[in-house]
């Protein structure tokens, strides 16, 4: 019985430490402005830099305080990219009464085609179509969500798909490596566009009102 309670009183530190070991959502790359070289897609005063998603009128989502609020309809970027480097803050707004895909839902889409899932998903087990998810192919490694009302940051390394060579992405969200060199293939609702080709960075509209601030990208020569 003493060694049970022994044993029980191991395992109970053990577990205590590796939940103190746990890395935790931080603020270090909130804010962060854009290094030299880098094309600024959205600094809070205009969407200069976006068209809707037919690709040719301007973007209309509505923006004040330095912050723009998911409107109708998809936005994307009027300039396509290959490999890069994105800083992206986000705000899901606090839905107690909805569940799911309807909790908070957005998504960035790189290169157009390949949807980084922007949701409400604090507290739960990460699954491929929560927050941090390739959508439907892979979940993030943490969930390293804050709570809905709280500015969260994607920094993400993306290499287009070049060959026989899928595409890969490394995603950072709010300090955390949740995406680690994983290879994606084009997931729905993007644009119509092939793995490969250059593209936009999609916000998606999905009836949430989502907000977005401090964008940038940086491309990689």
Not at 16 to 28: G, H, I, Q, V
Not at 94 to 111: E, H
Not at 118 to 136: F, R
């Amino acid at each position: 019985m003493r060694t049970l309670c022994l044993c029980s009183m191991v395992l109970a530190a053990l577990m205590a430490t590796a939940l103190a070991d746990d890395p935790k959502p931080n603020d270090k790359t909130l804010g962060q402005a854009p290094p030299e070289g880098a094309v600024v897609l959205f600094d809070g005063k205009n969407l200069d830099a976006w068209v809707k998603g037919n690709g040719k009128d301007p973007a209309d989502w509505p923006v004040a305080n330095d912050v723009m609020t998911v409107g109708k309809g998809n936005i994307q970027t009027e300039k396509t990219f290959g490999d890069f480097k994105l800083h992206v803050e986000f705000n899901v707004p606090y839905m107690p009464d909805k569940k799911g895909q309807a909790r908070g839902n957005s998504g960035v889409y790189l290169a157009g085609i390949y949807e980084l899932q922007v949701l409400d998903s604090y507290g739960l087990k990460p699954q491929t179509n929560d927050c941090g998810a390739i959508y439907l192919q892979h979940a993030p490694a943490v969930n390293a969500c804050k709570p809905p009302l709280r500015w969260q940051t994607y920094d993400v390394t993306f290499h287009k798909a070049r060959g026989n060579q899928k595409a890969r992405v490394t995603v950072l969200q709010n300090g955390i490596t949740i995406l680690d060199d994983k290879e994606i293939e084009p997931t729905p609702g993007g644009i119509n566009s092939k793995a490969g080709d250059d593209g936009p960075i999609l916000l998606q509209y999905h009836g949430n009102k989502v907000q977005y601030r401090n964008l940038w990208i940086e491309p990689i020569k």
